[in-house]
Structure formats: C-alpha cells, structure tokens
C-alpha cells in the first residue's frame, strides 16, 4: 500500500472518530465480554491500553483492579468522555497520541510497561508495514516475558455486517490500491428524534496465518486465542501474545 492511500484511510478514521464520538460512545458504554473475560487474568503491573476510547475499560478497570492503567487514544472528543467517566480515580490516566504518527511513544510519561493492551484498533490501520511498525514500538516498551493482549473484528462473520460492506470507488480507490482483507464499511447511529446519520470507516480482516506473521516478526509469541462477543460469540477474535527473549 503506497503512502497516500494509507494516508487518505487514517484521515478516513479519524474523521469518524471525530464526527461521531458522542454518537458512537453512546453506544460502548461496556465492555465486550471478552474484554471482560481477561481482566481477573491480568497479572498486576502498569498497563497501556492502546486506542482506550472512551474510557468503559478503564472504568471496569477502576472496580476489579488495583493496579494502574493508562489509556491513550487520538479523539479528543472520546478522551473527553473517558475524563469525565474516571476523573476521580488516580490510579486511571489518559492522554492524547496518534498511533499512526511513528512518534507516538514520545507522548509517554514511562519507557515500559508489564503490559500492552490494543482492543479493536489494529484493524484499523492500513497497511502491513504500519501494522508491523507499530507492534515493534510495542515490543520496546516491553520486558521479556511482557503481555500485549488484542482483539480484531471478524466482521465477515456476520452476514449484517457483510451487507455495510461499500465498494473502494465510494472514497475515489481502486482494488488494486488495498491489501487483501482490506473493507471500508459504512456505519449508522440515531438518537431519539434524530435523522439517522452515515459514516464510513476502513477495516482490516485478519487471516490466522497473517497474526501468526505478525508475532514472529515483531518479536512475540502467540500464547493464547479465543473468539467471543457479539453475534454467536464470534466476532472478537483475541490474542494473547509474550514478548520473547
């Protein structure tokens, strides 16, 4: 994928994520069961959680946890609303970075961390080597043995969400410009009262073969995967991945 694409797909999200973040906080006011399935599993430590949104981690967090917890995300708009949800609680930070700008780690207040968390976000930057760039600053903010723990969206699984699926000509792109598994799907929300309103993001579909990649190449192993959350219990698809010697 050649730089302006992928430029073009982050100013795509980023928009969203900014028109919508009321709308779409709205509507992950908890977490998905799979969320809530690994946190009594989390060794103690500091923990980073990647693209933290609006902060319902970090309030789960806050009533099952002792330990500290740092969210970071790019919206202003979610970062406003995760503020307002944990203003009391000291143990539970934000702050503001952009994972796509390489210089990301520079807004950190620590070097390292027991462990990474990255819920529903790497889908969500195009491009194979943004992916792998990104997972290699993860592992540097990691000890041997650290935890980076993520989910993906296995969109393709639900025949409702198959149908938001928009051909690449609605944004201007031609198939041959993406990667394979690469989706721009179209999202709707109303509120009481409210015309129903459109917005479009850009996804990316996982293969196993290509997480499998992934790990070996940014220096993890793969210990654990499981599905779970919404339609069958089926479209997270989770990981469990230890920073290796």
Request: hydrophobic content about 40%.
């Amino acid at each position: 994928m050649n730089d302006a694409v992928a430029r073009q797909l982050i100013e795509l999200n980023h928009q969203f994520y900014q028109t919508f973040a009321k709308a779409f906080a709205a509507t992950r006011q908890r977490i998905q069961p799979g969320v809530r399935s690994l946190l009594a599993r989390l060794p103690q430590g500091n923990w980073l959680d990647l693209g933290c949104g609006n902060g319902a981690l970090a309030e789960a967090w806050q009533h099952s946890r002792s330990d500290s917890y740092l969210g970071l995300d790019f919206s202003a708009g979610l970062l406003d609303e995760a503020r307002r949800a944990n203003a009391a609680t000291p143990q539970i930070q934000f702050i503001q970075a952009d994972l796509s700008d390489p210089h990301w780690p520079q807004a950190l207040p620590r070097p390292t961390f027991d462990g990474v968390l990255c819920f529903a976000v790497l889908h969500h930057l195009p491009g194979q080597a943004r992916r792998r760039a990104l997972l290699q600053q993860v592992a540097t903010l990691l000890p041997k043995g650290g935890w980076f723990v993520h989910s993906v969206w296995q969109f393709h699984l639900s025949a409702r969400l198959q149908g938001r699926v928009l051909p690449w000509s609605t944004i201007g792109l031609n198939e041959d410009e993406l990667e394979v598994g690469d989706s721009l799907l179209d999202w709707r929300h109303s509120l009481p009262g409210q015309t129903e309103t459109v917005g479009l993001r850009y996804v990316h579909r996982f293969s196993a073969q290509e997480l499998q990649d992934l790990a070996e190449t940014t220096g993890f192993e793969i210990c654990e995967t499981f599905e779970s959350d919404g339609e069958g219990g089926r479209l997270g698809l989770y990981q469990i991945w230890h920073k290796r010697a």
